[in-house]
């Protein structure tokens, strides 16, 4: 509503259109609330890389999720053998995700020094299949 103070100053300075004051006593005391948006963070390249790094060679727990992995070793069971029905216990298909996964990161590791040696930083297809290749697996 707006207060008349004298027939030459006739101001609102309550509110204009339902909104809140921009100027005055009644703005600057925090009637204005000013919604901060947080900026995504940007890390220098490899930094955040290098802190996943770290992260993964402190757990032990297992990387591949145990319902996915249970899924694949069934469907290659399927593959193997069609017409047999396959029971796994528990223990059996940690065991085949424990060494998979061993498997895994040790052909990561091998892979990225035949990188290293070829003087690159980058993971290439090629570097694996050398791997293989040279561990006869």
Known sequence: ???????SHSKSITS??????RFGKKAIEGHIRVD?????R???P?????????QFQKTTELLIRRAPFGRLIREVTMEMA???DYRYQLAALGALQEA?????VQLFEKSYLCAIHAKRVTLMPRDMQLVLRITDF
């Open 82 to 84: 069609p017409r047999s």
């Open 42 to 44: 940007h890390y220098r």
């Open 100 to 104: 998979a996964e061993a498997f895994l």
């Open 46 to 54: 490899g930094v955040k890389a290098l802190r996943e790094i770290r």
């Open 16 to 21: 204009r259109s339902g909104g809140a004051p």
């Open 1 to 7: 509503m707006a207060t008349e103070v004298a027939s």
């Open 36 to 40: 901060r948006v947080d900026k995504k």
